[in-house]
Every structure is written in C-alpha cells, then in structure tokens.
C-alpha cells in the first residue's frame, strides 16, 4: 500500500520543523548582526565572535564546561558500559528490577526532580558544591544515555565471537578487550558523544548544584539573558548550538555504523 504524502500532511511538517527550528536559526543568523541591537540587522559581520573570545567571564564558563563534560562523559561511558553488560550478560540476578529502574529513572525523571534530590543528596552528605558536583550530578544524568546505546548494541551481538576465542584458550578477560570491547567500541564513542553533548547542553541540573568558581556557559548565558540581550550571547549560543548538533550527528552516524556492520558480519 503506497502512502503519499497530502498536503495536510506536508503543511503539518513545515509547521512543526518551523516552530522547533526557525528560533534556533534566527540566532544563529543574528550571531553574525553588525548592529549591537540584536533585534535589528545592521549587516555582516563576525565582530561578536571576536568580543566573545575575548570575554573573561564566557571563556572561563566555557572553560569549566569543557572540563565537567569531558569528565562526566567519561565516568558515565565507564558506568554506563558495565550496567549494559551485566543486563545484557547476566540473566536475572536478585535486584535486577530494582537496578534496571535506578538505571534508567534520570532518562524519564524531571531535571528539575533530579537536580533538587542531588542537591539535597549533597547537602546531606556535606559535600560543599562546586565543580565536582556538578560533574557527579551530569554523570548521574547522562549515564542512561550511555546504558541505551551500549545495551543495544550488545543484545545484537554475536557470543559465538567470544566462545571461539575462549575456545582456543583466551582467559574471559583478554577474550573482552580482544573481541568484545573493539566490536562494541563505536557504540561506546557513540554514547561518549551523547553524554558530552548532554552536560554541554544542561542548564536545570547544573544551576542547582553549582557554586563558586563552577558556573557553566549554559548559566552564564541565562543569568546575561535576564539582564539583556548582547550579540555576544547569541555567538557564543550558536558556538555552542554548533557543538551539540555535531556531537548528535556524530554519534548517530558511529550508532548507525555499528549495527549495519553487526548485520553484514551476521549475513
């Protein structure tokens, strides 16, 4: 049964990819606006790129950005990759329900729900907050990402791989970083990407665990919002639109990589 397209439905998806994308591309547009007015085009110019570079306060928030979202990616692919090994590997064990919900409650969970709950969780445990709080915090967030997309490589995965290798006498251990760990790698970067692009991008979680010295670029932004608009919080928005959309890609292309791979090795 052959199903075209109606005008209807055409006229909805215009509407719909209008109303979600149009924002971002206007200030994107408007990043590069000559005028210090940003609701009035006063030409070309790249000038604003030029003053953020050289904004103290937007470089060190991008900064500390950069820091908690290549440490959180990493304990949360780290964490993330052995949850989805031993859903994956072990069966039914005592708890697996349990662990399964505490997995993946930050994929369903408000950020706001999660953000507070750590933020007491904090508190109770006197943990004062700052830079580390917020880097356990988006691990917290972003390691059910990294689970997912692990987990759905290795149920497609191919056991005979490993039991030929254990039969020609390789220890479980060497038989995993020999066999497993490079046929599941590119949905390992593949979630590493996710979980970078997840902490660049949050602002809830952060803003309630953050403290002195640890302001991110997402709560810089937001605070210099409140007080005005300035082109220089459109280019560094679209500096940082620019980053999330790569880390997106990219990780869908490596996810999309791996399982017609898996496919062709099992035909």
Same mark, same amino acid.
């Given at each position: 049964?052959? &199903? &075209?397209?109606? =005008? *209807?439905?055409?006229?909805?998806?215009?509407?719909? *990819?209008? *109303? =979600?994308? =149009?924002?971002? $591309?206007?200030?994107v547009i408007y990043s590069f606006n000559a005028s210090r007015l940003v609701t009035v085009w006063g030409g070309f110019s790249t000038q604003w790129y030029g003053a953020l570079f050289r904004n103290q306060a937007l470089m060190e928030a991008a900064w500390v950005t950069l820091r908690?979202? $290549? =440490?959180?990616?990493? *304990?949360?692919?780290?964490l993330g990759t052995l949850a989805a090994l031993a859903l994956t590997r072990y069966g039914r064990f005592p708890g697996r329900t349990l662990f399964t919900g505490m997995v993946y409650a930050p994929m369903v969970m408000p950020e706001v729900i999660t953000g507070l709950s750590l933020l007491l969780f904090?508190?109770?445990?006197? $943990?004062?907050r700052g830079f580390w709080t917020i880097t356990l915090a988006h691990t917290t967030l972003t390691m059910c990402f990294v689970t997912v997309v692990v987990q759905s490589r290795l149920m497609t995965f191919d056991r005979s791989l490993e039991e030929a290798a254990m039969d020609l006498g390789a220890p479980p251990m060497r038989t995993f970083f020999t066999v497993t760990l490079p046929l599941i790698a590119p949905s390992i970067v593949a979630g590493f990407l996710l979980a970078f692009t997840l902490s660049m991008d949050d602002l809830v979680i952060a803003s309630f665990n953050a403290g002195p010295g640890a302001t991110t670029l997402p709560i810089k932004i937001y605070s210099q919002v409140r007080l005005g608009l300035s082109p220089e919080v459109n280019a560094a928005s679209a500096i940082l639109i620019g980053i999330v959309t790569l880390g997106v890609i990219s990780a869908t292309l490596i996810s999309k990589r791996s399982v017609l791979r898996s496919r062709r090795n099992a035909h």
């Open positions: 049964m052959n &199903r &075209r397209l109606s =005008l *209807f439905n055409v006229t909805s998806l215009v509407i719909g *990819f209008a *109303f =979600l994308y =149009l924002p971002i $591309l206007l200030l908690i979202a $290549l =440490l959180s990616a990493t *304990f949360a692919t780290i904090f508190v109770a445990i006197d $943990l004062d």
